[in-house]
Nanobody, 121 residues
């Protein structure tokens, strides 16, 4: 099995910054991508940012220029630096990893428990 442990959420005023971390552990052969999704009350879960092996990133238009994603492959850890936070960034943020557990396994999706980010106006 694979576990994703998130940290770094909290309450911040508009304009402030937070840094989320997510570390993957367990039975891991390789990780194709790691990223962050978020879900606000009454809304669907949406991609915030992701980084695939090799360094290619995808980032939502709503956070471009404010959020930066990075990945430490040696630590199987992904980070989300969030600057200039807005009240509309308030959501439960979930870490996602697309993991291959052995050389003969297919890719599986794993999710963290979620970390709350609340931005006050």
């Amino acid at each position: 099995q694979v576990q994703l442990v998130e940290s770094g959420g909290g309450l911040v005023q508009a304009g402030g910054s937070l840094r989320l971390s997510c570390a993957a552990s367990g039975s891991i052969f390789s990780i194709n991508s790691m990223g962050w999704y978020r879900q606000a009350p009454g809304k669907q879960r949406e991609l915030v940012a992701a980084v695939i092996t090799g360094g290619t990133t995808a980032i939502a238009d709503s956070v471009k220029g404010r959020f930066t994603i990075s990945r430490d492959n040696a630590k199987n850890t992904v980070y989300l630096q969030m600057n200039s936070l807005k009240p509309e960034d308030t959501a439960l943020y979930y870490c996602n990893a697309k993991v291959i557990q052995s050389s003969y396994s297919k890719q599986d999706d794993y999710w963290g428990q979620g970390t709350q980010v609340t931005v006050s106006s």
